[in-house]
């Protein structure tokens, strides 16, 4: 046996002795290799299916003759196992006790029993197991490792299924606490549910006003995070040496000539020329152009403070150039870091104006184009711009923004914006504010009023570096002028008239007209004046009634509203189509009635805010607002840059008392002819003597803050949305 195991090729002197050693005999090595090459065609087969998970060694690795047959490749197996099949064959035939017999005897062997072999015959066979072939053990290995497969997945399953009962039974339990909820909710009486409020609001300590509230709306919007600055931003601008040297009861004489208010620290002094202030000649010329010859009140005060780089709270009545008093010094600004280090693709913008409404942000743009323009347009043809050119980028929604990527591929130094577009501006970092110096919010006060605060809370958050801030609009009550000085770093009051006062150069008609007689009487009021007229209608269903109407009558009029529209809706377009055909819609409804192609235009309160058309001689208020600061700005679209106009109001029973009080000592401060119908009118404050001061969070005259509407509404917005926070019910 040794010397056959000699024969074969990978087997040492070591490894011989070793199965020697543990194997003396043939029959149990061979039969240790049959074992072992067993062993190793299932580990073969697990790995093939994948089921073999350990990589250790297994317990038959002690087997010598398996740790040999793991050494050797499948060449060397097979010769092994031949040459141990044939040993065992001839040591059956020749060590058997037929081996004494003769060839011829053993020729015979096949038709004679032999007799069996003695008990202690070292080579008997009688437990001999018949081999199997390879090919059919692995089959069964395979069909055995597949039941026990399919029972492990049997078993997760189960797993499976009580995991989704049990959640299903917890979500029943869910729903019914739910349902007795809802059913405790309804069982329980208004008294009860308002005492719930009331205590509610008691643990909470809901104490502050809603005036409170906005006013700090207005602090947490515009205070710089994380650096506190004491000291506003130093400018290059200086004003003439003439001006510096007047005393202070000069500049006092001067703002008084002017009907200025101006208060703060350090005021720089008014100038009441445009020369003075060292603009341009270039814009002077347009200036002249356009029959401006010098600035209004807002202007003499607002420019110079402005160009100091002082925080600035502006307010002036409707149509007195505050937009040119914002406008100018960025676009100077812009001018001189232009001229310092040209702007490249990326960089940009130096400052920002926000608007309120599209149609805002969108004549604020066009007014900064045409100055702009006028800067860098030569004096002579051909010849080289006299100041670098300002690009500004218009930011608001319903416009592609892909069509000014000119603008932004080359760097640009103004954005004129709304908020919410402006805040998905920054957040996809189409752009970023780290050189942005300058932020200026126009109708500042309707950005509270329109739900803007979060955006642009959001927005402060995008400044890096300290900025000049200006705050401008023409109804600012005074409780939020005092909380918007507490976020701006020395500011400047410049007050021109009271805030929320109308127009001295409007004329204010108060009409009594029935609901049911309007529509006839408008026509006649239409002829009053040479068109362009405005209408203007709190209802948006009346906007469309009386286009409609006129449209009948044989005027030339369009509408413009914010459910504009809706019409064109269909199963077949999607909502941003619908946007878009709206947007497109106000556009030309505007540019045909600026244009002069259309004579009237009906709109609801988005037009009153800020919009300037020119030459408007006559606006109607078909339906009084019941704000009297919406009032305000409604009849300001008229009588703008000096002109004068007329303002036509219908009032009837409809109207609110208290709104036809705010109207009349509007009237009165105006000095214009209150009707007898609102001097029966009486004011329920007199009888409790004292003084009558108006309302600080609307501004009206007639009431006071108890009764005031506003703050009625912004109480019902919150409530509103408390309950919506609540998960409804309420009453």
């Known amino acids: 046996m040794a010397r056959m195991l000699q024969c074969i090729r990978g087997l040492s002197e070591e490894k011989i002795a070793a199965l020697l050693e543990h194997y003396p005999t043939p029959r149990s090595l061979y039969q240790a290799f049959i074992d072992a090459e ?49 040993l065992w064959l001839w040591l059956l035939v020749w060590h058997s006790p037929m081996s004494t017999t003769t060839k011829t005897s053993y020729s015979k062997r096949g038709r004679s029993r032999s007799r069996s072999p003695p008990a202690d015959d070292p080579y008997d066979i009688g437990d001999y197991v018949p081999y199997v072939p390879v090919a059919k053990r692995r089959e069964e290995r395979v069909k055995r490792l597949e039941q026990l ?28 606490a739910d349902e007795a909820r809802e059913e405790a909710r ?97 814009l002077l010329t347009h200036f002249k152009s356009k029959r401006i010859f010098a600035p209004t009140p807002i202007q003499i005060q607002g420019l110079p403070t402005a160009f100091s780089g ?6 002036a009545f409707t149509g007195s150039g505050k937009t040119l008093t914002f406008c100018l010094p ?92 402006l805040m998905d501006m920054l957040e996809k970092r189409k752009f970023t504010l780290d050189s942005c110096r300058y932020l200026c919010m126009d109708e500042a006060d309707r950005m509270i009023d329109l739900g803007f605060e979060e955006d642009v809370r959001t927005i402060m958050g995008f400044f890096k570096h300290q900025r000049q801030t200006l ?54 009021c239409l002829q009053k004046t040479p068109p362009p007229v405005i209408i203007f209608s709190e209802n948006k269903n009346e906007v469309d009634d009386i286009q409609e109407y006129l449209l009948l009558k044989g005027v030339e009029a369009v509408a413009i509203h914010g459910s504009k529209c809706k019409v064109i809706h269909t199963q077949y377009t999607s909502s941003w189509l619908n946007y878009w055909a709206a947007q497109e819609e106000r556009q030309y409804a505007i540019k045909s009635f600026k244009s002069g192609a259309k004579d009237v235009m009906v709109a609801s309160g988005v037009a009153s805010k800020g919009l300037d058309f020119n030459d408007i001689q006559h606006v109607i208020i078909f339906s009084m607002p019941k704000e009297i600061e919406d009032y305000v700005h409604q009849i300001g679209r008229t009588g703008r840059s000096g002109k004068t106009g007329i303002a ?66 912004n109480q019902r917005r919150v409530m509103a949305a408390q309950r919506g926070a609540d998960g409804g019910g309420g009453y």
């Open 38 to 86: 067993l062993h190793y065609s299932r580990d073969q087969e697990l790995n093939l299916i994948g089921l073999r998970k350990g990589k250790g060694k297994s317990k038959a690795a002690s087997n010598p003759a398996i740790c040999m047959l793991s050494d050797l490749g499948g060449t060397g197996r097979r010769k092994i196992g031949l040459a141990l099949s044939r």
């Open 149 to 176: 497969a399919s029972t492990d997945e049997t078993e997760a399953r189960r797993r499976q299924r009580e995991e989704a009962k049990r959640r299903e039974e917890e979500a029943d339990e869910e729903r019914k």
């Open 186 to 282: 309804r069982q329980r009486t208004l008294l009860d549910r308002a005492q719930e409020v009331k205590k509610k609001k008691a643990e909470e300590g809901e104490h502050t006003s809603n005036v409170e509230h906005v006013a700090d709306l207005y602090y947490q919007m515009l205070k710089r995070p994380r650096i506190q600055y004491t000291e506003p931003l130093k400018t290059t601008w200086r004003a003439p040496r003439f001006v510096r040297e007047r005393t202070e009861d000069q500049n006092i004489k001067i703002r008084e000539a002017h009907h200025i208010i101006a208060e703060g620290d350090n005021i720089p002094p008014p100038i009441a020329s445009f020369a003075d202030m060292k603009v341009p000649k270039q």
């Open 310 to 315: 002082r925080d600035m709270i502006g307010i």
């Open 330 to 421: 960025l676009i100077m600004l812009a001018m001189e870091e232009e001229a310092k280090l040209p702007f490249q693709r990326g960089e940009g913008p130096v400052g920002i104006i926000l608007c309120p409404s599209r149609e805002l942000a969108n004549q604020t743009y066009d007014n900064v184009l045409e100055w702009t323009n006028a800067l860098a347009t030569p004096s002579e043809p051909g010849g080289r711009p006299p100041y670098p050119r300002v690009r500004t980028l218009l930011c608001i929604g319903g416009i592609n923004m892909s069509e000014q990527s000119h603008v932004m591929g080359q760097g640009f130094h103004i954005v004129v914006a709304t908020p919410g577009r």
């Open 471 to 524: 705050l401008f609009s023409a109804t600012m009550p005074r409780k939020i002028q005092d909380f918007a000085q507490q976020s701006l770093i020395q500011p400047i009051l410049v007050n021109v008239g009271r805030a929320g006062a109308a127009n001295l150069d409007v004329l204010q008609v108060v009409e009594y007209v029935k609901q049911e007689a309007k529509m006839v009487y408008l026509l006649e």
């Open 648 to 713: 036509t109001t219908f009032v009837n029973m409809n109207t609110a008392e208290q709104t036809l009080l705010d109207l009349k000592y509007l009237l009165m401060e105006a000095s214009q002819k209150v009707p007898p119908f609102l001097q029966s009118i009486e004011d329920p404050r007199a009888a409790q003597g004292g003084a009558l001061k108006g309302c600080p969070v609307c501004g009206g005259l007639g009431h006071g803050i108890s009764a005031c509407p506003k703050l009625e509404d």
